[in-house]
């Protein structure tokens, strides 16, 4: 003779029929952080140094030198190199900065581009370098062109980033492009990285990449 099914067993089928199996899916790898910490670091110095140089040749083309000082943001005991009246010989803090920012020639108003803006930063040096050309276009006359070479150091102070050295020199001979710097992203990849020789055998910065 069968004995017949308990009463919650019974009970416990008729529920698991009713029912729609529950399917268990592995947690997908987006749900992790995959960024790695230095690199993001890396990346926003480098941002915030772009930053700075953009708006330092934005406000000497505006003709507004203080704004430019405030921007590229020295220390008082900066190294400045370069610039005609200065006769080769370098100037230290930011009253030397002044004056060599005055010496360049910039037909203000003028639209200032950077077309290949170079940063690199060492978080561990707490150190950030950029080398870039400047192009002022008079926006009130049609003079040539004004080019103007900067490169320079960072150091970075209690999470600030400081000049702390920076030379400027005449472009006369013109460099081999005319595109804006517009770089979208803070990646290596938009600030251009080949160079081309341009005329004597002088080397000038290449076309930027976006």
Known sequence: MRRPFPAAAAALLVALAGCDLMKVERTPRSFYTQRDPARIDQQEA????????????????????????????????????GSDAAGGVARIGVRGLAAALDSVPVPAPAVARTPDLRVEVGLREQTGWFSTPIQFIGAASSAPDQWL??????????????????????????????????????????????????????????????
Do not use: C
């Open 46 to 81: 480098a941002s915030e140094i772009r930053a700075r140089v953009r708006n330092f040749a934005e406000e000497m083309g505006r003709g507004n030198r203080a704004r430019a000082m405030t921007a590229i943001n020295p220390t008082e005991d900066v190294l400045v190199i």
């Open 149 to 210: 070479r900067a490169s320079g150091v960072f150091s970075q102070d209690r999470g600030d980033w400081k000049l702390v050295q920076i030379h400027l020199s005449r472009a006369y001979v013109a460099p081999a492009t005319t595109r804006a710097d517009s770089a979208r992203r803070d990646t290596a990849a938009n600030d251009s990285t080949g160079r081309r020789p341009g005329p004597r055998g002088a080397r000038t910065p290449s076309r930027s990449r976006e």
